[in-house]
């Protein structure tokens, strides 16, 4: 077994001005307690990034981006780069959302590209993957996944997979109500966990964190959590109320 702290991060979407998010944070912090068998991490919009940054230094939450360009600079248009990131304060990027894949197009390369860019500034990286509906109803989500994985993580040496985290999200679960049975979870985990095994060693896999995503709340955190391959939870509407958030994070 590897040494795995867990993970939970809130994904707040496109939500929150700067008065939510800096209360949302604020309310975050006051009710936090540094624990050191966790790890918490919010990612808020880039247009608050370094106003909630601000206002959880020294809280033990870190800040992250919700995606990330590649470049450090230059005619990226519409685009982030990872330093800009750092200098507002944020230490992790999310990639490959699956809003970002099913909406706006983004492919397992471009995705790739963005966690490339991420590692190469310094930054965590957390890579979404995850099957639809149909896919999983034509039993193809082992496929799938082996190939997110796979592509999603081309390029990405040994060492830098210390810096990298999974996240399970099927697509049918997020934003539906609709949770994947722990069952289910822990299998897709279980299953991610031995294609990163097979490209890299069994070491790296078992120390890569592999969070779950889609429909986590107050009231299925617990259950989830006890699965041996289930390492921590991306959270998207829920985390968006400190006080469904703060219950998440204090998971038994
Ligand atoms: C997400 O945004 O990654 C997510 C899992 O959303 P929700 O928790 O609302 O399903």
């Known amino acids: 077994m590897g040494n795995r702290r867990p993970l939970i991060a809130g994904n707040w979407k496109m939500h929150t001005t700067v008065v939510d998010g800096c209360r949302l ?6 009710g936090w307690q540094s624990k050191e068998d966790r790890e918490v991490l919010v990612a808020p919009p880039f247009t608050i990034l370094s106003e909630v940054a601000h206002v959880l230094e020294g809280s033990a939450i870190m800040v992250a981006a919700q995606n990330v360009c590649w470049e450090e600079k230059g005619a990226f248009t519409g685009e982030i780069s990872p330093t800009m ?3 507002a304060g944020g230490r992790a990027a999310i990639v490959g959302h699956s809003e970002r894949r099913q909406l706006f197009g983004e492919s397992d390369a471009l995705v790739n590209r963005r966690l490339r ?6 930054l965590m990286g957390i890579l979404c993957i995850g099957e639809t509906l149909e896919e999983r109803e034509q039993e193809r989500t082992f496929a799938v996944l082996s190939q997110q994985v796979e592509r999603g993580l081309e390029g990405v040496s040994a060492a830098e997979m210390a810096r990298v985290v999974v996240a399970y999200e099927p697509v049918w679960a997020i934003g539906t109500g609709r949770t994947a049975s722990k069952e289910q979870a822990q299998e897709a985990h279980a299953f991610i966990r031995g294609v990163l095994a097979k490209k890299f060693e069994k070491s790296v896999a078992e120390q890569t964190r592999i969070l779950y995503g ?39």
């Open 25 to 30: 944070a604020l309310d975050l912090a006051k």
């Open 117 to 122: 860019g991420a590692l190469a500034f310094g």
């Open 214 to 252: 889609g429909s986590v709340k107050p009231t299925n955190i617990d259950e989830l959590m006890r699965q041996p391959d289930i390492d921590g939870a991306l959270v998207g509407g829920a985390a968006l109320e400190a006080e469904s958030f703060l219950r998440i994070i204090h998971f038994q």
């Open 85 to 87: 990131v750092r200098d």
